[in-house]
């Protein structure tokens, strides 16, 4: 069974601070991986995706991997109460012949002000 | 439209009801999901098409039938549901291969009384 692990939260970090999410896997084949932003009653929304050992910044946004751990971050620099959402992680695994997204059950972050 | 929609936005229907969910997609995607999504449970992938084929029906009870008559469209015909059935479900659309990033719908609320 491949899975992919986070802490359920809250996290709860003050406006203006670094919020740090986290996920692991267990597939070790997984290749590409990514961060999901869902506000309550909302869809899922695509905020970062990587794929190679390493870090990769997109504004506000770093995402980390570490393949050798099985380890995937999320920081979150200069929170806002705008960023209060649960953040899921993503793996593709390739599963049955083809590829497919197992999801996290989310982190739920609240920056207050 | 842009992205990916979904109609209706919610629904209320009794356990011997038939309806259908439907799904699109404009962004020129060659897969197709249906994600069920309930209370504090992670995403739970249901079906999935690549190129127009069914390649995943994730243990689905049969009161859910999947229909995807060409890439843009995607539908979910429900029958005979149970309350346990409520949830939000999603569509999503990606790209088929490893690196496939996927998009979410804004979801069908379901509530089966």
């Known amino acids: 069974q491949k899975e992919v692990e986070q802490n359920s939260g809250p996290l709860s970090v003050p406006e203006g601070a670094i919020a740090s999410l986290n996920c692991t896997y267990s597939?070790?084949?997984?290749?590409?991986f990514f961060w999901y932003r869902q506000y309550s009653g909302k869809s899922p929304e695509l905020i970062m995706s990587?794929?190679?050992?390493g870090d990769k910044e997109d504004g506000r946004f770093t995402a980390q991997l570490n393949k050798a751990s099985q380890y995937v971050s999320l920081l979150i620099r200069d929170s806002q109460p705008s960023d209060s959402a649960t953040y899921l992680c993503?793996?593709?695994?390739?599963?049955?012949?083809?590829?497919?997204?197992?999801f996290g059950a989310g982190t739920r972050l609240a920056v207050h002000p | 439209e842009t992205g990916v929609t979904q109609t209706p936005r919610h629904l209320v229907m009794g356990m011997t009801n038939k309806k259908s969910l439907k799904c699109e997609q404009h962004l020129g995607h060659n897969a197709m999901y249906w994600y069920k999504q309930s209370a504090k449970k992670p995403l739970e992938l249901m079906f999935v098409?690549?190129?127009?084929?069914?390649?995943e029906n994730n243990s689905v009870p049969s009161r859910f039938s999947p229909e995807c008559p060409n890439s843009s469209h995607l539908f979910l015909h429900l029958h005979t549901l149970q309350p346990e059935d409520s949830a939000l479900y999603l569509c999503a659309s990606s790209q088929a291969g490893t690196y496939n990033e996927q998009f979410f719908g804004p979801g069908t609320r379901l509530t089966v009384l």
């Open positions: 098409y690549s190129l127009e084929e069914r390649v």
């Open positions: 993503a793996v593709m695994a390739f599963s049955g012949g083809y590829n497919k997204l197992i």
């Open positions: 990587i794929y190679s050992n």
């Open positions: 597939d070790r084949g997984s290749q590409s």
